[in-house]
């Protein structure tokens, strides 16, 4: 099993990256996992400039990583227990993770993936979602693993 996950984000300093490591570590014995953040001069330029300019940006460069069962975050997208979000993950052996930049994700490229999921109704900060998004990746392969961590 192959699991990518996209962010935009524009430092990973003090952005839990000894954490994510971690649960990277941990979850390497059920899946080859990566964390990919991207950021340059484009979508620097593009956020300065507003919305429109960044969310097209941001699918400028997410477009080209559409591959295998593909699920973007989103504040108002489908709220899933462990045990759902686990299915998805034991039901697709190449899944892609997209986290939107300042600006989340556009509608356009919304319709473009297999499903759009909440980790929460409440609004985090990017690098607290990222977060919870690795221990919840983790968690989904040691409860298909039967791996007691889920208890």
Known sequence: MEISVFSIQK????????????????????????????????????????????????????????????IALDEKGEKLDSIQFAKILESNSQISFFIGGAYGLSQNFKQKVDKIISLSPLTMAHKIAKLVLFEQIFRALCINANHPYHK
């Open 11 to 70: 430092s990973k300093a003090d952005n839990f990256e000894n954490e994510i490591k971690e649960y990277i570590k941990m979850s390497s014995k059920f899946a080859k996992i990566s964390d990919l953040t991207i950021f340059n001069e484009k979508i620097a330029k593009a956020q300065s400039a507003g919305s429109e300019s960044a969310l097209k940006s941001y699918d400028d460069i997410y477009e080209p990583n559409l591959k295998g069962f593909c």
